[in-house]
Structure formats: structure tokens, C-alpha cells
């Protein structure tokens, strides 16, 4: 069986004010782990929960103004698929119309964090997600602390491929 291989990731302590997030999902049990993940950690503050489709987490988005969206996606083609999942083109354009322009108190589009579900084209998926503008595409099988990593460097405006995601696009 193939050798499963997990990264130890570490942080240093947060030196500014938290990374304020939208958690997206389309079941309210990830939404609620996922909010549950980040509250613990001290460098990252949830400022809202939304259901995964488009049109609900640019609604939240501009009016929470998060520096980060951390959402739970599946592909669905071209539009969002019927059952609340948005492709990341899909959701980054429902974000930029809805997100105007940008003031003192943020961007106007937030950065993209995307837990993904296990595709059978995972490199195509992520290649479309980051044409699109995510700063960062984990699997859902990703660790606590990688996903808390993950939206901390999105924040940063770093870009950031679970090693998974990255073998899959080479």
C-alpha cells in the first residue's frame, strides 16, 4: 500500500490582529467543525459561517468584509451544481461583484482558501482554482493545523498547495 505522508506544519505566535474568516460549506456539521478548528487558534478570528453556494457567501462576504474565505467546495462544473457547491470561478466572480471596491478596512475581494473533495482530477481542479485566484487548495483530509496554516499565508498573499494537490499538478 502506498506510504502516507504528513508534514508537520508550525506557525510562529501571531504578531497582529487575527485573520478575520467566512467559513463556507454546504453541510451546517463542517461548518460548524471548521469553525470550531479555527476558533482555536488564537491568529484567526471567524466573523461569519455560510452555506457553500455563490450567492450566499458573496452576500456574507460583503457584508463581514473577511480578509479570508475558507470554503468546502466540490467541482460542479461550470455554475454552482444545484446542491450549494460552487466551482472557484463561480464563487471568486460572485465575490468580486459583490465585493466593490477596496477601503481602509480590507480588499475588496477576499483571498481564497479551498478544502476540495477527492476528485479523480484533482489537478485539473486545482489548476482551474488557481487560474481563478485561490491562494490555497487543500484536500479535506488536510490537518488542523495546515488548514489553519493555509489561511494565514492566504492572508499574506502567499499561494499554498497541499503536497497532495501539488503531486497531482505535476
Avoid: K, Y
Amino acid at each position: 500500500p502506498p506510504r502516507e505522508r504528513r508534514v508537520a506544519v508550525t506557525a510562529p505566535p501571531p504578531s497582529g490582529p487575527p485573520v478575520r474568516v467566512l467559513v463556507a460549506a454546504s453541510s451546517p456539521v463542517v461548518r460548524a467543525g471548521l469553525e470550531a478548528l479555527l476558533g482555536a487558534s488564537a491568529s484567526v478570528a471567524v466573523v461569519g459561517v455560510s452555506p457553500a453556494d455563490s450567492a450566499a457567501v458573496a452576500e456574507h462576504a460583503e457584508r463581514l468584509r473577511p480578509d479570508v474565505v475558507l470554503a468546502e467546495v466540490e467541482w460542479g462544473g461550470e455554475g454552482d451544481d444545484g446542491e450549494g457547491h460552487a466551482p472557484p470561478a463561480a464563487l471568486l466572480a460572485a465575490l468580486a461583484a459583490h465585493g466593490g471596491e477596496a477601503s481602509s478596512s480590507g480588499p475588496a475581494l477576499p483571498a481564497a482558501v479551498l478544502l476540495v473533495s477527492d476528485a479523480d482530477d484533482v489537478g485539473r481542479w486545482a489548476s482551474a482554482a488557481l487560474r481563478a485566484g485561490v491562494r490555497a487548495v487543500l484536500p479535506r483530509t488536510a490537518a488542523a493545523s495546515e488548514i489553519v496554516l493555509a489561511v494565514e499565508s492566504a492572508a499574506a498573499g502567499l499561494v499554498v498547495l497541499h503536497p497532495d494537490v501539488a503531486a497531482a499538478l505535476l
